[in-house]
Structures are given as structure tokens and as C-alpha cells.
């Protein structure tokens, strides 16, 4: 398995961008699929987005697409989520994840990072 940290979170105010960044431990870090999830109180888990273990192919959820870009480098077994054009209803926890194929469901996931909070203020 794979342990995952983030960092980056924060309060930013809406219209504002952040960056996530997501260390992986292990010499498989590039085997695997990358995603992010987040969860607002009260709600479930929802994906944000993902990508391939090559970083060739990656999938947004549709309140994402468009204001957020994942991306990943092996070298540094790190990937990142850039998020922009933050809004309100992007305030949650976000969770680092590993897994796949296909990482765009809970189901998938074999490691979850501890999470960070992201606040956007209006």
C-alpha cells in the first residue's frame, strides 16, 4: 500500500485559487491511479477528480471540470489538484486517494489520506 499526506488547504475567499498537494510513501506510487475526493459536512464522500497512473488520461466530476486540474509527478511521487474559481459549495475536506483503475467512485480507493480543509468565504 501506499500512505498519502496532504497539504495546502486553507481559507481562501471566493473567485480565489488553491493548490493541493498530495506526498506519496512507496516505490508503487506510480502504479496506481490518483484521485481527490472531497466531503462537506453533513454530506458523503463525492468524487473531484482523477488520473492514470501515467498521467495521460484523467476524469473530472462536472461541479469540477473546467475550474480544477489534476496532475501528478512520478518523479516526485506527488500529484496535485490546482483549484480555481472557488466557490462556496467547494468547502470541504479534501481526501487524497489511491487506486483504480477507474478511480472515480469510494469503491476503488485502497488508501485514503488524512484529509484538508478548504474554506472558501463568500
Known amino acids: 500500500q501506499v500512505q498519502l499526506v496532504e497539504s495546502g488547504g486553507g481559507l481562501v475567499q471566493v473567485g480565489g485559487s488553491l493548490r493541493l498537494s498530495c506526498a506519496a510513501s512507496?516505490?508503487?506510487?506510480?502504479?496506481?491511479?490518483m484521485g481527490w475526493f472531497r466531503q462537506a459536512p453533513g454530506k458523503e464522500r463525492e468524487f473531484v477528480a482523477s488520473?492514470?497512473?501515467?498521467?495521460?488520461?484523467?476524469v473530472y466530476a462536472d461541479s469540477s471540470k473546467g475550474r480544477f486540474t489534476i496532475s501528478r509527478d512520478n518523479a516526485k511521487n506527488t500529484v496535485y489538484l490546482q483549484m480555481n474559481r472557488l466557490k462556496p459549495e467547494d468547502t470541504a475536506v479534501y481526501y487524497c486517494?489511491?487506486?483504480?483503475?477507474?478511480?472515480?467512485?469510494?469503491?476503488?480507493?485502497?488508501?485514503w489520506g488524512q484529509g484538508t480543509q478548504v474554506t472558501v468565504s463568500s
Open positions: 486517494a489511491a487506486g483504480g483503475p477507474s478511480l472515480t467512485a469510494t469503491m476503488s480507493v485502497r488508501s
Open positions: 512507496g516505490r508503487t506510487f506510480s502504479r496506481y491511479d
Open positions: 488520473t492514470s497512473w501515467s498521467g495521460r488520461t484523467t
